[in-house]
């Protein structure tokens, strides 16, 4: 288990309830606040009123005071900030330790491809592998963390998108950040979108690089801690 990224400035809250796909009422030293959350999956089972949260504050230009980033989970804590989930990502990247990703480095981030825009362009030697990235916060059966909470139009289209580079003799992968405590095995959440699975899975044969790494938040050291860089996928669900 890795410690890369510590959180300064974190504020213990109450999660009240969501207000819309942005933004919860959270209690914090006894009065109402909204804060912002970038994490725009259905999250059921962390925006639950009563529940622990983790928060920062934010820049005065915002329109919302604090920043939710994590939520109270089995004793540690679900990162749900997709953008801290991706800053974690790319310091294990930055310091090589990711081995299905030895050797490589960051070139871009929101590259267009296809009709999409994936979220990294990757470079090793002269060899290119564009990554989309994906959080999954959603747990199944204690010890898996699936993806997606909800039905996603944009997360099909980037899943074909890849495909399609894969098949004129391109590389490419999707990742998913199993960004939940106490995980085993990531899978695919059928049940709210249908097509993930089959799409994951003909990606796959295709050759398509499906991987997962697993992270969490520690309140005690207010640090951001990766568990297991290569996580188990399950595909045949």
Known sequence: MARLLEISGVIECE????????????????ARSRAYISNTGRLMEHIVMGKKGFCIKNP???KTDYRLFAVSDRGLAALIDTQMQMRTFEEAVKRG?????????????NVKLGSSLVDYL????KKLLFLEVKSAVLRGNYS????????????????????NHVK??????????AA???????????????????????????????KAISMHYDPSDSAIHMDCLDLKVILNC
């Open 15 to 30: 999660i009240l309830k969501r207000l819309n796909r942005f933004v919860v009422e959270v209690l914090i030293d006894g």
């Open 144 to 163: 898996y963390a699936m993806y997606p909470d909800c039905p996603t139009i944009r997360g099909r289209r980037h899943i074909r998108d890849i495909m």
């Open 60 to 62: 005065r230009v915002r």
């Open 97 to 109: 330790v990711i081995p299905w990703l030895a050797g490589y480095k960051v070139v871009k981030r």
């Open 122 to 125: 990757l470079s090793c030697d």
């Open 180 to 210: 939940l405590p106490y995980v085993e095995a990531f899978k695919p959440y059928g049940k709210e979108d249908p097509e993930i699975p089959k799409l994951l899975q003909e990606a796959y044969k295709l050759g398509v690089l499906i």
């Open 168 to 177: 004129k003799g391109g590389s490419g992968g999707i990742l998913f950040i």
